[in-house]
């Protein structure tokens, strides 16, 4: 009998008692059936076994209001192409905004930039901006499916601009402003904006960054915009033709909320594009409303009381998933700025100064927090902070200790996993059960999430491949420019047949928790063990010479296997004979000396994603000779030329 590890955190009786979801199963054991004994693993098991039912409940327990009532929930079950609440029409910006009825004068954005001042925008305020803003853009000529593009920073304006698209029934899509001209045309130029919405330039790290070369670009490279709305951020004039945002947003006028089937588009968003062009993934009105509903209501606990600031641009996934914070009627926090400016403490005090109750930030950030020796909790009142929420890459066990010790040992640690693709969670945040270090607390409701082997078969605590194996509402009605479907099927679907496969790999333990362990594409396979990435960037950034690492195995024509790991030093570090020792040392120790790399490779530094995350398959694929324009789509990846070391590395070797 294996003795189970002591939980890091515990909710006490009366967090649980007082917990959304808590209220939710006893509400829906009366009304539909659900387990009212059995806590979470019940009510979970029952979400995915009556999906029909389950999603029902959901759509009566947050009063989704309908203009057009539904035939039945789920219409074709197969996936791709799962039919939600067929004939049902609704808006999700009318459900966005219902907390203006009741709480018109308090905030509903906080936003705050690198002053770290918070400026409040109340319910009436927002909503009146979308009502002006939406009239204009019928104005324009802007109908139902029409799209609309943002070139735009984490700003209030943002969020006006996308639910004015919502209430007229356009498709809203958004980069942020660091990026390049070149990779905002690889994702507008698919979908075809009618209307832009710009800033002159952004603020960043201290600087002021003017893009208004790279507007001009967009706009010769758009031929399909009809119309330009200047936000001038840095305060500088309107460039010819375009109008001015805030004449677009003074009128008084009451939101009309164009009444939308539930699978049409809300928005368009991108895949990291790490190779070829990004996947312009679309996601529907309804499957996003009842999904965020569920993962920012239930799953995250959120309500008019709470506060949710979340750190990211409006080039990721997370900002939309912000902005339906809305939803819950929180007040949520836009920050707009480098996440460690004036100094890495800044998301601490950006949290203390708006008073957030969920903070959530990338595992990348807290890791940076303890090497840089941040003490959240001894410099900020973080009192509110009930729960720090994390995603982007797996958090480490060092993570969960450090936020343990480090911001309140009573604090909900929420690592939460999904993807662009569902623009939601798999697993993560429940707020009735324990928090084990390293581990994703349980799968979310009415996601029938498994690990499985090869041949389809589910595991448990064993590593295999994380798939999806009933619907969810959020999941892409398409991708846009795929018009026979191939890419979407080719993308999820071409492995197990009609089961959502993502990429990653998982173990689901025998508690139902869950432990990610990195992409499946780009796992190190050695003499048939395979082995997950994120475990050696744990092991190995430690030790404080190592700033960031990259590790990649691949598959030699010979039959065997070579496993490089590239190290970017820490200032002042060398790679000498002693700190190689250490590293593989490190490994051998804290993993299996299986893990221990062939070879350790000094580079000048580790490529990312515009998102973040670090690029694994294209490196592989240039250390496998293929060359730089076939392994990797240089518009999406942070800095180019840090790619030219594995391309050279590659000649050599080769």
């Known amino acids: 009998m294996s003795t189970q590890p002591a939980p890091l955190w515990q909710p006490n009786d009366e967090v649980i008692a007082q917990a959304q979801i808590t209220k939710f199963q006893a509400w829906a054991a009366e009304r539909h059936g659900a387990p009212s004994e059995g ?45 939600w609440f067929p004939d049902g029409t609704l808006n999700y910006a009318e459900h966005a905004l219902r907390a203006a009825e009741t709480r018109a004068d308090e905030p509903a954005l906080l936003y705050v ?33 029409d799209r609309v593009s943002g070139y735009l920073p984490n700003i209030p304006q943002a969020v006006v601009a996308l639910l004015a698209t919502a209430a007229v029934g356009g498709v809203w899509t958004s980069c942020a402003p660091d990026f390049g001209a070149r990779s905002v045309l690889d994702r507008f130029q698919q979908v075809e904006p009618v209307v832009l919405f710009t800033v002159d330039g ?31 951020l840095l305060g500088t004039e309107a460039p010819e033709g375009a109008l001015d945002w805030s004449a677009l947003t003074s009128a008084d006028v009451e939101p009309v909320f164009e009444p939308v089937p539930f699978d049409h588009p809300l928005w368009v968003l991108y895949s990291s594009g790490t190779t070829g062009l990004p996947k312009a993934i679309v996601q529907s009105q309804g499957g996003i409303l009842v999904e965020h509903l569920k993962q920012l209501g239930l799953h995250c606990d959120l309500g008019p009381e709470d506060r949710f600031f979340w750190y990211t641009s409006t080039g990721w996934m997370m900002w939309n998933f912000l902005v339906s914070g809305l939803l819950t009627g ?101 707020p009735t059960l324990p928090v084990h270090v390293g581990e994703l607390q349980a799968a979310g409701l009415g996601t029938d999430l498994q690990s499985w082997d090869p041949s389809g078969k589910p595991l448990i605590d064993e590593v295999g491949e994380l798939v999806v194996t009933n619907p969810m509402p959020s999941m892409p009605i398409r991708f846009w420019n795929d018009p026979d479907g191939s890419r979407y099927h080719d993308s999820y679907f071409d492995t197990y047949p009609g089961v959502w496969r993502h990429g990653d790999w998982i173990t689901i333990t025998s508690r139902g ?43 030699q024509p010979d039959g065997g296997y070579w496993m490089p790991l590239f190290v970017h030093l820490a200032p002042g570090a060398v790679l000498d004979e002693a700190l190689l020792n250490r590293i593989k040392q490190t490994i051998r120790e804290q993993l299996s000396p299986r893990h221990v790399p062939d070879e350790v490779i000094e580079v000048p530094g580790v ?10 398959v294209p490196v592989k694929r240039l250390l496998q000779g293929a060359p730089m324009e076939k392994a990797v789509n240089v518009g999406s990846v942070d800095n180019v030329e840090l790619l030219r070391f594995y391309e050279e590395l590659a000649r050599k070797r080769g």
Request: hydrophobic content about 35%; aromatic content about 8%.
């Open 113 to 145: 930039d690198e002053s770290h001042e918070s400026v409040p925008v109340t319910w009436s305020a927002l909503r009146r901006q979308v009502g002006s803003l939406a009239a204009e853009l019928r104005t324009l000529g802007v109908r139902p499916g």
């Open 202 to 232: 952004y603020r960043y790290g201290g600087k002021e960054h003017d893009r208004r070369d790279a507007v001009a670009e967009l706009r010769r490279e758009l031929p399909t915009l009809r119309a330009v709305v200047h936000i001038p």
């Open 513 to 555: 928790s869950v432990v990610i362990h990195g992409r499946s594409d780009s796992t190190l396979n050695r003499q048939g063990v395979r082995m997950g990435s994120a475990d050696i960037y744990e092991a190995v950034e430690r030790l404080p010479e190592i700033k960031e690492s990259l590790v990649i195995g691949i598959e």
């Open 607 to 616: 490529p990312h994603t515009l998102t973040g995350k670090r690029i694994e």
């Open 330 to 430: 929180t007040t949520i926090v836009l920050y707009d700025g480098s996440p460690g400016y004036p100094d890495t403490g800044a998301q601490w005090r950006i949290a203390e100064r708006t008073g957030a109750t969920l903070y959530g930030t990338s595992a990348a950030y807290v890791m940076a927090c303890r090497k840089a020796g941040v003490h959240p909790s001894r410099d900020f009142d973080l009192a509110r902070v009930r729960c720090v929420a994390t995603t982007g890459s797996p958090l480490p066990p060092d993570g969960f200790r450090w936020l343990h010790d480090e911001v309140r040992d009573d604090l909900w640690i929420a690592s939460v996993s999904g993807g662009t693709d569902v623009c939601s969670c798999f697993a993560g945040a429940v």
């Open 39 to 83: 806590g979470y693993a019940a009510l979970h098991r029952w979400s995915v076994d009556e999906l029909d039912t389950f999603w029902k409940a959901v759509t009566e327990w947050f009063d989704v209001r309908f203009s057009t009532p539904y035939a039945r929930v789920l219409g074709d079950r197969s996936m791709p192409g799962a039919a």
